[in-house]
């Protein structure tokens, strides 16, 4: 399966515990996107990547949250003291530009529970 | 915030033609129109995009009108499988000003009944 793959796929963890999540992109696409999503609402986008420059962050993102991309391949999100307000799904997507458009294409989510 | 409007729910008998209709009325010249489906605890599928044609492919056909304002998503024979939440997104092209990031509303909930 050469789709975008996301490790773990259930996390849970007691509040202020520390949690980090993986992805691995489509091989050859260079971009980068993580979203969260909590129940009955939409993704949200939290972070971009473009190759290993992360140049995008939502205000979601707060000071507990980071994201790397080492070598523009496989990201991490991290999240520290974790609240229960964190349970959500975590969803990594990726994309290769196509002129003026490109098509995202998501992983399976890492679904959390802070309890 | 979102900039499409989107009805909250749909019924659709299986092996009918589902029609998810979208309102993007402030959309831009330049902007796309994608929409993207979500099967319960699944991430987003991709499905289609379109610019000011009509478009089609294997999953759907996305019918834009003449004035960009409104789109209609169109499964020609739907199944239960397409049981989803879809979403209608406007997005500019990526550019430097943009990083391609979507925009997600609320979606229709499509319920394909047997």
């Known amino acids: 399966d050469t789709g975008v793959s996301q490790d773990p796929r259930h996390k849970i963890t007691k509040r202020g515990q520390n949690v980090t999540f993986r992805c691995d992109p489509i091989s050859e696409h260079n971009r980068l996107y993580w979203y969260r999503q909590t129940l009955g609402q939409g993704p949200e986008f939290l972070t971009y990547?473009?190759?290993?420059?992360?140049?995008?962050k939502s205000r979601l993102l707060s000071d507990r949250f980071s994201a790397e991309r080492p070598k523009g391949s496989f990201s991490t999100l991290e999240i520290q003291r974790t609240e229960q307000g964190d349970s959500a799904m975590y969803l990594c997507?990726?994309?290769?530009?196509?002129?003026?458009?490109?098509?995202?294409?998501f992983g399976p989510g890492t679904r959390l529970l802070v309890l | 915030d979102a900039k499409t409007t989107q009805p909250p729910s749909m019924d659709c008998a299986e092996g009918r033609a589902a029609n998810l209709p979208c309102n993007h009325s402030?959309?831009?010249?330049?902007?796309?129109v994608y929409w993207y489906r979500q099967i319960h605890s699944q991430g987003p599928q991709y499905i289609i995009h379109?610019?000011?044609n009509n478009e089609t492919n294997e999953m759907a056909s996305l019918i834009i009108t003449e004035d960009r304002k409104s789109s209609t998503l169109i499964l020609p024979h739907a199944t239960l499988r397409d049981t989803a939440v879809y979403y209608c997104?406007?997005?500019?092209?990526?550019?430097?000003?943009?990083?391609?990031?979507?925009?997600f509303g609320q979606g229709t909930t499509l319920q394909v009944k047997p």
């Open positions: 997104i406007v997005r500019p092209p990526h550019g430097s000003s943009n990083t391609g990031k979507l925009i």
């Open positions: 402030t959309i831009s010249g330049n902007e796309y």
């Open positions: 990547f473009q190759n290993e420059a992360q140049l995008e």
């Open positions: 997507a990726s994309s290769m530009r196509q002129g003026a458009w490109e098509t995202q294409y």
């Open positions: 379109g610019l000011k």
